[in-house]
């Protein structure tokens, strides 16, 4: 993995799943969910709507890191030590700053001389939602909670970031197996295009692109349907 820094505190991780293994973590990662694929596309939920640009596929949180045993948990588990790492450590993209500080300069006060928003030391991804989406599709400028990693698979997404309305927005192309970081309360963002034809050959789910959004939530409700998992309902 390598991280690339962009305008405005967003990080482009690439090649986060390198080619040779892509169809392995991706079978492992909607295997390891509760969802029927075949049930979940079917109908006027997502085949028989062409409005309709994406779908969710399923939302999961794992209560505490001694329960997170199985595939999903595993799997994002190491990954958030891996971009801590490729953030914070020898070699990282954000340098030490004297004093300590290591949070996003949002509402803290500070004295680092460079107030580029950062992913918080303490953040611990903890919880997956995962979208399906259509090729040719876009999705407007909009925000979301918490800071958030966003592993694709499929065809190539291209994506625009902002942090006001009247700024210049940065767009990032992001390939099958990349990641982007950022801030989605504090970045609007949007889905500008999905790229058809760029998904891999071994590619053939009945969608063009699925995304993992990997963030930490702590849900105000939710319903236990297996001891590893809390599926959101909030």
């Not at 790492?85 to 006060?109: A, F, T, V």
């Not at 928003?117 to 599709?137: D, F, G, K």
């Not at 053939?204 to 297996?226: C, E, G, I, N, Q």
């Amino acid at each position: 993995m390598q991280a690339l820094p962009l305008p405005d505190g967003v990080v482009l991780l690439q090649a986060v799943v390198p080619p040779e293994h892509q169809e392995e973590v991706v079978r492992i990662l909607l295997e390891g969910s509760t969802v029927d694929l075949d049930d979940e596309l079917d109908g006027s939920k997502y085949h028989d709507n062409p409005f309709l640009a994406f779908c969710q596929l399923f939302a999961l949180r794992w209560k505490r890191k001694e329960e997170a045993n199985d595939p999903i948990p595993s799997f994002v588990d190491a990954l958030s030590q891996e971009v801590h790492d490729r953030l914070y450590g020898e070699g990282g993209i954000y340098p030490k700053e004297e004093n300590g500080c290591s949070e996003d300069h949002l509402g803290r006060p500070c004295s680092c001389a460079d107030r580029t928003p950062m992913l918080p030391r303490s953040t611990v991804l903890n919880c997956v939602e995962t979208l399906a989406y259509r090729a040719n599709t876009q999705r407007g400028y909009h925000r979301d909670a918490h800071w958030m990693v966003g592993l694709s698979f499929g065809c190539s997404v291209r994506m625009g970031f902002r942090r006001h309305d009247d700024q210049d927005s940065t767009e990032v192309t992001i390939p099958s197996g990349g990641a982007v970081l950022f801030n989605g309360a504090l970045h609007q963002h949007a889905v500008l295009d999905i790229v058809e034809g760029t998904a891999p050959l071994w590619w053939s789910y009945p969608f063009a692109r699925v995304v993992f959004l990997m963030r930490y939530l702590v849900p105000f409700l939710y319903h236990v349907v297996k001891p590893s998992y809390i599926v959101l309902i909030c």
